[in-house]
């Protein structure tokens, strides 16, 4: 249930809380201009590329709408506050790509050309425990970093690298808040809680390389591959898997005292 006055305690996530809200921004924030100026053939492939990313703005949002109650149920208050600002986050996002399209002139792929992309939203919405939902959201923000961080290197001084960058400071704050409350969490859980993680990453990974084998040649058009994208956002979810000792096998509390 609800809880009418709950306790505040958790500072760390208030100040997460207070960044994010001090860390809005609108799209006035962005010099949109420059699309004019991109190749025919560069705006029909970053048109392809970007789909699976603006399809994921929308379904991050569905994800925290479904985390908040449950956060809010289970009586942490402090992790509803900060979802509520990640809402505004990924709304953003969507509106702006939403933008994007608009000045280059382009339609997303349309389902049938991507269907694995449903395939892999569909295995995110289907998840029924907050755990699984903030790690099955964390892989999904390391997914949008890998690809604005992709556009910031390869198009720095464009409006598609304008874009990526000031979203990336975004997507930071969100993997501060997986962070936070993956370690609070994933002690209280079982070896095999853990090891469905594990699960999902895979089938999630399986999902990730037909969607690339799919996008090869709009990334070509960008001198991008599939192999370095996929390669990239495996060794950070490896690093987050380590770090918050998803394994099974790796101790997370204090061994038994021997008999
Ligand atoms: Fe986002
Ligand atoms: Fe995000």
Redesign the pocket.
Known sequence: MIRIHPDLTDDELLRLFDKGIRAQWTQDAIDWSGAASISEAKRRALADVITPVYLGEQT?MVGISTVLPMVLNRGMAEAGLYLSS?GL??AR?FHNLHQLYDLLGQEPLPRRRLPEMFRYHARLLARREPTEWVWG?LI??LF?KRFYGGFVERFPDTLVGRLSARTLQ??AR?QAFSDRYLTRMLPTMTPEGRQALLDMRDDLFRVIEVLGGRLRPAMDELEWSPEEFIAGLWADTERWARRLHVKPGEAVEAPEPEA
């Open positions: 991050a990640m986050d990924e996002h959201i999904s923000d949008a975004d997507e969100h």
